[in-house]
């Protein structure tokens, strides 16, 4: 089954989402399951994980409830507060769920770009063992030396990082970001979404040749056993529609082997996530 790693829903708030653009954005809308269904079927998708875009934990209740109604999310990261002296009874409350996976903190908006290695934010990853959970690391390439040293204090915990750090691919620059890349893919507990692309690119102008320096070093730095896809739907729309999303990826993996594409698509989400 190939399993989109990386989406989101929400009830669009022009105030709550503030982020999405204003009115002209084409992301400044409501977007259901009803809507990604049929995305995923026609672009040979049979599941999606659906991954928190608040921080809230009436964010968990909502994505929780639409995975209950709908069986093609298989599993959902959520949010709780890692810096409260009570994560371990918010994580136990959500954790009873089988489709709650993983938690997601949004590192990016955290002016402090050491937010990572905080003592109270710590204590929240390692409550994350206590019940088999799994951490997206959101951030921008800037805060990776903070993520760095997060996975080098938490060796057994499951980190996956999101949106492949978020380089400027718009600007060109690959450094430091690929030797900080090839830092954090040394650590084996690691694995990388290849999602979020586009939205780091000329939204207007992106072509392929744009994305393969950035693709070729996450590809060598991770190997096909330690990556998945996401599509980022629906934020990719503000570079691309779903299947050109996907098209970026697929294009620059056509030479790969049918077992590591289907490892890419599917097969190491299902395992990092624990997605039967």
């Given at each position: ?13 022009p105030?709550?989402?503030a982020?999405?653009g204003?009115?002209?954005s ?28 608040r921080?809230?934990l009436v ?8 995975a ?10 959520g ?6 002296p009570d ?8 954790a009873?769920?089988p489709?709650?996976?993983g938690?997601r ?5 955290e ?24 951490y ?12 760095i ?11 996956v990082?999101d ?11 690959l ?36 994305f393969a320096?950035y ?34 990826v ?6 790969w ?6 490892l890419l698509?599917?097969?190491n989400?299902?395992a990092?996530y624990?997605?039967?």
């Amino acid at each position: 089954m190939r399993i989109d790693s990386h989406q989101h829903f929400w009830v669009y708030d022009p105030e709550e989402y503030a982020w999405t653009g204003g009115p002209e954005s084409p992301i400044s809308n409501s977007f259901a399951p009803e809507q990604l269904s049929p995305l995923l079927a026609a672009n040979g998708f049979g599941g999606a994980v659906a991954v928190q875009a608040r921080s809230s934990l009436v964010e968990n209740d909502y994505l929780l409830g639409l995975a209950d109604e709908h069986d093609f999310i298989r599993a959902v990261v959520g949010w709780v507060d890692l810096t409260s002296p009570d994560v371990s009874e918010q994580l136990a409350k959500y954790a009873k769920h089988p489709k709650f996976k993983g938690v997601r903190h949004i590192a990016q908006a955290e002016p402090d770009d050491a937010f990572l290695t905080r003592e109270d934010f710590a204590r929240g990853i390692a409550a994350l063992g206590e019940f088999g959970l799994a951490y997206d690391i959101l951030i921008y390439h800037r805060q990776l030396p903070a993520a760095i040293e997060l996975v080098r204090r938490f060796p057994k915990q499951k980190f996956v990082l999101d949106h492949i750090a978020k380089p400027d691919i718009r600007g060109g620059r690959l450094e430091p970001w690929r030797k900080r890349i090839e830092d954090i893919a040394s650590f084996d507990n690691v694995m990388c979404k290849v999602s979020g692309m586009v939205t780091e690119a000329d939204v207007a102008a992106w072509k392929d040749a744009d994305f393969a320096p950035y693709l070729e070093t996450v590809f060598e730095a991770f190997g096909p056993k330690r990556l998945m896809y996401g599509s980022d739907w629906p934020v990719c729309l503000l570079g691309a529609d779903y299947a050109g999303a996907l098209g970026i990826v697929e294009r620059a993996t056509e030479g790969w082997s049918e077992a590591d594409r289907e490892l890419l698509f599917g097969g190491n989400c299902a395992a990092f996530y624990g997605i039967e």
